[in-house]
């Protein structure tokens, strides 16, 4: 019985040790845990002191607002690219984008920065908070990193890193993960799916960022920042070899990707008579069988 017959025989927990609902939930998980994994609620949350901590150039203030027009106008981008393009694609820019940026983010910190202290947020009273206000708005610079001639001619690389890698989050790993959730996810468990998911994301979302500066303490800023590129990769590699493509396909289409191959493709006979004539009086015929849906050209 298909267990769209048996919907309403089957327990939540049950519903699951069928194939076409379990290997999309592994899915779903898998596309919400390395959203999250590459870091960007951590380096949202914490830009402005990243900023200011990596020595940059460019101003805490300025460069949130680069960071915000570059995510508004790749989000526009990614919306109009992800039925043409096609979501894996999507996604492996994405995440190449976010391994390249995270790495040079690694590599600067490790050469030139100069600061080597947490990011972690002020303590909150009411003097840093105004100390922070200032900062934010470039009203004063008693506190800033001193710039060096060697920290001055690479001090964009920070905002440069991080306005990189939102582009690619808004194009790939932002908006698709959602969206392919809601494709692969069956009828009869999709809201299922969809909450499990949904709660395996903030999750992580929290985890990634409340463990933020302790990483940091931990591994250094670098050693961070390294961290989240490698995270990036294997997201590359989940893309490649286990997603499958959802563009153009019909919710009937992407069903029976999740289906076994006998209930998918079933089986077609074709017989196939070969005649070799050995001499004038003598002849062999082979008859053989083969599935001829099984050939791939």
Same mark, same amino acid.
């Given at each position: 019985?298909? %267990? ?45 002191? $990243? ?21 508004? $106008?790749? =989000? ?16 492996? $820019? ?29 303590? =909150? ?38 306005? $990189? ?11 698709? %993960? ?7 996810? %069956? ?64 919710? *009937? ?11 998918? *493709?079933?089986?077609?006979? =074709? =017989? ?26």
């Amino acid at each position: 019985m298909h %267990p769209s017959q048996s919907k309403g025989k089957l327990g939540p927990m049950r519903m699951f040790l069928h194939r076409q609902n379990l290997q999309p939930l592994i899915l779903s998980i898998g596309l919400m845990v390395f959203q999250q994994l590459s870091g960007i609620n951590a380096v949202m949350f914490y830009s402005t002191l $990243i900023i200011k901590e990596s020595s940059s150039t460019i101003s805490a203030f300025l460069g949130t607002i680069v960071i915000g027009v570059a995510q508004w $106008i790749a =989000t526009i981008v990614g919306a109009s690219l992800v039925d043409w393009t096609g979501r894996k694609i999507l996604l492996i $820019i994405s995440g190449t984008l976010h391994v390249v940026s995270m790495l040079v983010f690694g590599i600067y910190y490790t050469s030139y920065s100069q600061d080597q202290s947490p990011i972690v947020p002020m303590e =909150t009273t009411s003097s840093s908070l105004l100390m922070n206000t200032l900062e934010t708005f470039n009203l004063t610079t008693t506190i800033l990193p001193i710039e060096t001639s060697e920290t001055s001619s690479f001090g964009w690389i920070p905002v440069s890193c991080m306005v $990189i890698f939102i582009i690619g989050f808004s194009i790939g790993w932002g908006p698709v %993960p959602w969206l392919m959730v809601s494709e692969i996810a %069956p009828q009869e468990s999709k809201s299922l799916i969809t909450s499990i998911s949904s709660c395996s994301n903030w999750m992580f979302a929290f985890l990634v960022t409340k463990t933020f500066p302790q990483l940091q303490d931990s591994l250094t800023k670098q050693g961070v920042f390294y961290l989240f590129s490698a995270l990036s990769l294997l997201s590359i590699l989940f893309t490649i070899f286990m997603l499958p493509e959802t563009k153009n396909k019909s919710t *009937e289409e992407i069903r029976k990707l999740f289906e076994p191959r006998s209930k998918a *493709e079933p089986v077609k006979q =074709t =017989t196939m008579s070969v005649t070799q004539t050995l001499s004038s009086d003598t002849s062999w015929e082979l008859s053989f069988g083969f599935n001829s849906d099984a050939i791939d050209f």
